[in-house]
């Protein structure tokens, strides 16, 4: 199996898992700065991974850093966790439980993606190179949580360098998401 295949294989295997987060996070959404529950099963889920993760920056922002074998360059991702203030109006059964407050920009699904993207690479811990930087940011939706998290990373290290390479991850997870949505 090529690489790309074995990628999407594996995130099917963590389907369940994605799935299950991502209707957490819909269940259960919070507005910028007050991602107080959201930001916590970030960090439990990073710590469960044995990923190191600092919390509260810039209030409810998360890093997690991921280390691999040989050291390289520090590839950064980045995932925001604001729900939008919406009422809901769809009967699914994992709609949203906060009255006139929505994942309605796909937030949960970016968390969701990315702590799957988190669990594929730390299975792949003893071939990885470099450097992976999880970074959950705070206020999305025009509150300005991307410039204070910008801020924050001017004073920690280690400096990222944008790379490309773990973008086929991401994908394969859309791709096994997508997958399986079709099968259902
Ligand atoms: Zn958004």
Do not use: W
Not at 49 to 68: D, N
Not at 98 to 107: D, L, N, R, T
């Amino acid at each position: 199996m090529n690489e790309p295949a074995q990628l999407v294989d594996q995130a099917q295997q963590y389907y369940a898992y994605s799935h299950l987060l991502r209707r957490n996070f819909h269940r259960h959404p919070e507005l910028g700065y007050k991602e107080i529950r959201t930001a916590k099963i970030v960090a439990r889920e990073l710590s469960q991974l044995g990923i190191q993760a600092k919390s509260g920056l810039a209030e409810t922002g998360i890093v997690g850093l991921l280390e691999g074998k040989q050291p390289g360059r520090v590839v950064m991702l980045r995932f925001d966790m604001d729900a939008l203030p919406i009422l809901e109006e769809t009967q699914t059964d994992y709609a949203s439980e906060i009255p006139g407050v929505m994942h309605a920009c796909g937030h949960d699904g970016h968390m969701a993606i990315g702590l799957t993207v988190a669990r594929i690479l730390e299975a792949r811990k003893n071939t990885l190179t470099g450097t992976f930087k999880f970074v959950f940011q705070p206020a999305e939706e025009g509150l300005g949580g991307a410039e204070r998290m910008i801020f924050v990373f001017s004073h920690h290290h280690p400096k990222f360098d944008f790379d490309e390479t773990v973008l086929p991850i991401a994908a394969a997870v859309m791709a096994a998401t997508a997958i399986r949505l079709t099968e259902e």
